[in-house]
């Protein structure tokens, strides 16, 4: 039984940052690649950004390019989302995911397998 937990979410103003972590259980974490997504309201889930399984490889969407900075820790089985320079329409619940194969680090929403239960951002203007 595969388990993420996220966390570090909250209340912010435009321009300043947070950072979120995904704890994870219950399998080989460090042998797969991650994923965040976020779904704002009445839109679809949308690719953040994804690192692959050692770390040394990221993706990142184009909206968030230059702001957002994924990162992993093997040895504490977390992975890391700092979100800098946030604006209005970063409002979203944001979500982490495990891979379904080990080295797919698609932007799809079926190219990950495991998810966790969300974690929300606002930012105010």
């Known amino acids: 039984q595969v388990q993420l937990v996220e966390s570090g979410g909250g209340l912010v103003q435009a321009g300043g940052s947070l950072r979120l972590s995904c704890a994870a259980s219950?399998?080989?974490?460090?042998?797969?690649?991650m994923g965040w997504f976020r779904r704002a309201p009445g839109k679809e889930r949308e690719f953040v950004t994804a690192?692959?399984?050692?770390?040394?490889?990221?993706v990142y969407a184009d909206s968030v390019k230059g702001r957002f900075t994924i990162s992993r820790d093997n040895a504490k089985n977390t992975v890391y989302l700092q979100m800098n320079s946030l604006k209005p329409e970063d409002t979203a619940a944001y979500y982490c995911?495990?891979?379904?194969?080990?080295?797919?680090?698609?932007?799809?929403?079926?190219?990950?397998?495991?998810w966790g239960q969300g974690t929300q951002v606002t930012v105010s203007s």
């Open positions: 219950g399998r080989t974490f460090s042998s797969y690649a």
């Open positions: 690192i692959s399984w050692g770390g040394s490889r990221t």
């Open positions: 995911a495990v891979a379904a194969a080990r080295y797919d680090m698609g932007r799809s929403v079926s190219s990950y397998a495991y």
